[in-house]
């Protein structure tokens, strides 16, 4: 993890996986500074398929939830473009569900799921 950006990405099997770093229990608007990079990161990656890979986080707000919206949007501009959660907490699925963003958004319980959901495609 660099000062510069608060979360590390690694290539699995051609999917970017983006690992949150353990200080994001809570992921609300506070937090979204810090990820602004991911937008970039959206628009650069080839193939256009990213994980974010939230183990530690618990707790999101509302705007988080339009982040991973707007995420998932900039990569479905591009071909073939996809974004996946995984490790998605109890808390999250609920919220995200409530809002109807699980409509949009692709959960998984573990790592290995989401990025074989991506790589598959």
Same mark, same amino acid.
Request: proline share 5%; no cysteine.
């Given at each position: 993890?660099?000062?510069?950006?608060?979360?590390?990405?690694?290539?699995?099997?051609?999917?970017?996986?983006?690992? $949150?770093?353990?200080?994001?229990?809570?992921?609300?608007?506070?937090? $979204?500074?810090?990820?602004?990079?991911?937008?970039?990161?959206?628009?650069?990656?080839?193939?256009?398929?990213?994980?974010?890979?939230?183990?530690?986080?618990?707790?999101?707000?509302?705007?988080?939830?339009?982040?991973?919206?707007?995420?998932?949007?900039?990569?479905?501009?591009?071909?073939?473009?996809?974004?996946?959660?995984?490790?998605?907490?109890?808390?999250?699925?609920?919220?995200?569900?409530?809002?109807?963003?699980?409509?949009?958004?692709?959960?998984?319980?573990?790592?290995?799921?989401?990025?074989?959901? $991506?790589?598959?495609?």
């Amino acid at each position: 993890m660099s000062e510069s950006q608060p979360f590390h990405t690694e290539e699995i099997r051609g999917v970017t996986v983006v690992h $949150l770093p353990e200080d994001y229990i809570s992921a609300y608007e506070n937090t $979204l500074v810090d990820l602004a990079g991911l937008l970039d990161l959206a628009s650069t990656i080839e193939p256009a398929r990213m994980v974010v890979d939230m183990p530690h986080v618990k707790y999101i707000g509302s705007a988080f939830i339009g982040f991973l919206i707007s995420l998932s949007s900039r990569l479905q501009e591009r071909p073939n473009g996809r974004l996946a959660l995984s490790s998605v907490a109890p808390f999250i699925k609920m919220a995200l569900q409530k809002t109807r963003s699980d409509m949009l958004l692709q959960m998984h319980d573990s790592l290995d799921d989401a990025v074989e959901s $991506l790589a598959t495609y």
